[in-house]
């Protein structure tokens, strides 16, 4: 497996069952109390501000989604698995047919990413619409609601899906030990250029490394991306 590139701050280690679950367990659990209460007042502030300022952007985003499938609701909430396992409701601006999940066992076979996830750059399932919000990342806007209620934070792994969960190792839990996030590093540097090993280890490198500079980073590259994004899709 190849090494990400992966910013100074933050190292990488192969993975290693059995050796490589037990020295993260503790860095899981590690950061101080008041990093943790200045993430949240972060994640609340920041939250609060973006569905204000993107207002106009959810109101024109709706009216594009349903004069494109006036039969289809505006918002998609999907189950996601988040910290300590614990499923949750995730909300997105629905960007597929609404059939989406029924079709999407027939197109398992062309999955273009490897391990327990599922991407395809030309889904047949993705509206017209949709691949727009998909590509600015728009679609995403709805989970700053998430950040609110504290079911997800603004930086952090990515939650999965339930029938990916069931496909994880205990190496690749350790995850699934930290709030989920609407970004993380693995979005900022690769994103869909990487296979789910990658992914894993670029997200148990935040784990141990996560700071409130490294997330305000995060959250200022995420901006970046949105505007210069080739990756998404």
Do not use: H
Not at 28 to 50: N, Q, W
Not at 168 to 191: I, M, N
Not at 209 to 230: E, H, N, V
């Amino acid at each position: 497996m190849p090494k990400p590139n992966l910013p100074e701050e933050m190292d990488y280690a192969m993975p290693a069952q059995n050796v490589f679950y037990k020295r993260y367990e503790d860095a899981a659990a590690g950061p101080s109390p008041v990093y943790l209460f200045l993430k949240r007042v972060l994640d609340i502030l920041l939250a609060c501000i973006g569905l204000v300022l993107t207002a106009p952007v959810f109101l024109i985003a709706a009216i594009c989604i349903k004069v494109e499938d006036p039969k289809g609701s505006v918002f998609f909430k999907q189950t996601r698995v988040g910290k300590d396992e614990r499923p949750f409701e995730m909300y997105k601006f629905r960007s597929m047919v609404s059939n989406a999940e029924e079709l999407k066992k027939d197109l398992l076979k062309y999955n273009e990413v490897s391990g327990a996830m599922f991407k395809m750059k030309n889904d047949p399932r993705i509206t017209r619409t949709g691949r727009f919000l998909r590509k600015t990342s728009i679609d995403e806007l709805p989970q700053l609601w998430n950040v609110l209620t504290g079911s997800m934070s603004l930086v952090g792994p990515r939650p999965p899906l339930p029938d990916e969960v069931a496909q994880y190792t205990d190496y690749q839990k350790q995850r699934l030990t930290v709030t989920p996030g609407c970004t993380g590093f693995w979005q900022v540097s690769a994103r869909n250029s990487v296979g789910f090993e990658e992914m894993v280890q670029m997200d148990l490198a935040y784990i141990r490394k996560r700071s409130l500079l490294l997330d305000i980073k995060i959250i200022f590259l995420t901006a970046y991306r949105m505007i210069l994004s080739k990756d998404a899709y």
